[in-house]
């Protein structure tokens, strides 16, 4: 099993970034699919998430209206959009992935989990 996050990057506040994750070895159709980030010192936090077919998301209050989450399932790719970027969204990003159909904001209850990819924002 293997999730790999790229995109990440330094950015401007107010600027974009399109974070992707590419899954292999499991059937990642099956899963539901999250995005969680750590900051420095911080504890890891929930971003957002999306049910295996893509017709539901889930997003933490503070990037609602900021971040989409998206997947492809014929690519096997998971997509986290994220507009108007703020300092304080500056972390470490991972995608991780979650068998069954109830939603959890839980990081324990993760199956799979990547290995990251910086985001900074900065002037």
């Known amino acids: 099993v293997q999730l790999v996050e790229s995109g990440g990057g330094l950015v401007q506040p107010g600027g974009s970034l399109r974070l992707s994750c590419a899954a292999s070895?499991?059937?990642?159709?099956?899963?539901?699919m999250y995005w969680v980030r750590q900051a420095p010192g911080k504890e890891r936090e929930f971003v957002g998430g999306?049910?295996?077919?893509?017709?539901?998301?889930n997003y933490r209050d503070s990037v609602k209206g900021r971040f989409t989450i998206s997947r492809d399932n014929a690519k096997n790719t998971l997509i986290l959009q994220m507009n108007s970027l703020k300092p304080e969204d500056t972390a470490i990003y991972y995608c991780a992935a979650k068998g069954g159909y109830m939603w959890s904001i839980k990081g324990e209850d993760y199956d799979y989990w990547g290995q990251g990819t910086q985001v900074t924002v900065s002037l």
């Open positions: 999306i049910t295996q077919s893509g017709r539901n998301t």
């Open positions: 070895g499991f059937t990642f159709s099956s899963y539901q």
